[in-house]
């Protein structure tokens, strides 16, 4: 079935440093392909996604680029900041968008 | 507009009886779908309905189920509580064909 590998975390990182937290899938389709991220205490926020290959997503600095020749869309940021700081999850779908596979989740630590 | 809410935000259940959660989705969504997040197993599709039908399942057992209201609120529900079904329960509602938004969750405690 289809599944979603992340890196194990926690990535911990200074304030302004370059983030990248991979992602690889494995699907039979052409899925669909998101991070969420979720802050302490609350639940999931879409932060960007593609839809079809070599679509970039982009949101608030943050980007990832749906790589079909290597499975993968690797989230990255160029300056992170503090308020980044929370577990980031990749995820597919490939029957519409509400039935999801998620990632185990990456936790980003950034200190100042 | 308002998010999606779910209620309660803590429930404390005791092995063997059932429960009830509740998810009004974002105004104008006519999708809800149903999420268990567990420390061992991440998050996991537990169904989705749209108005008021199951349009998916994931593979959980019959114990648990839900329903979908004509005013798009839905309702999921546990019976023969087991221990390991203490999670945090997330809602999401949607726009057919578009991404997820979720509520912060109902953390449910099975003793």
């Known amino acids: 079935g289809d599944s979603v590998t992340q890196m194990e975390g926690p990535v911990t990182l200074s304030e302004e440093a370059f983030l990248t937290i991979n992602c690889t899938y494995t699907?039979?389709?052409?899925?669909?392909l998101f991070w969420y991220v979720q802050y302490p205490g609350e639940g999931l926020q879409l932060l960007l996604k593609?839809?079809?290959?070599?679509d970039k997503g982009s949101n608030k600095g943050f980007e990832a680029t749906y790589r079909k020749e290597t499975t993968s869309f690797h989230l990255e940021k160029g300056s992170v900041q503090v308020s980044d700081s929370a577990v980031y999850f990749c995820?597919?779908?490939?029957?519409?968008?509400?039935?999801?596979?998620f990632g185990t989740g990456t936790r980003l630590l950034v200190s100042p | 507009k308002a998010g999606v809410t779910q209620t309660p935000r803590y429930l404390i259940k005791t092995r063997g009886q059932q429960v009830t959660l509740s998810c009004s989705p974002i105004?104008?969504?006519?999708?809800v779908s149903w999420y268990q997040q567990t420390p061992g197993q991440g998050l996991q599709f537990l169904f989705e309905?749209?108005?008021?039908?199951?349009?998916n399942k994931g593979n959980f057992p019959g114990r648990f189920s839900g329903r979908q209201f004509s005013n798009s609120r839905s309702e999921m529900n546990v019976s023969t509580l087991e221990l390991g079904d203490s999670a945090l329960y997330l809602c999401?509602?949607?726009?057919?064909?578009?991404?997820?938004?979720f509520g912060n969750g109902t953390r449910l405690t099975v003793t």
């Open positions: 999401a509602s949607s726009v057919d064909n578009s991404p997820l938004h």
């Open positions: 995820a597919l779908s490939d029957q519409g968008f509400q039935k999801l596979v």
């Open positions: 105004s104008g969504h006519r999708s």
């Open positions: 309905y749209f108005s008021e039908t199951q349009r």
């Open positions: 699907a039979t389709g052409y899925p669909s």
């Open positions: 593609a839809t079809k290959a070599d």
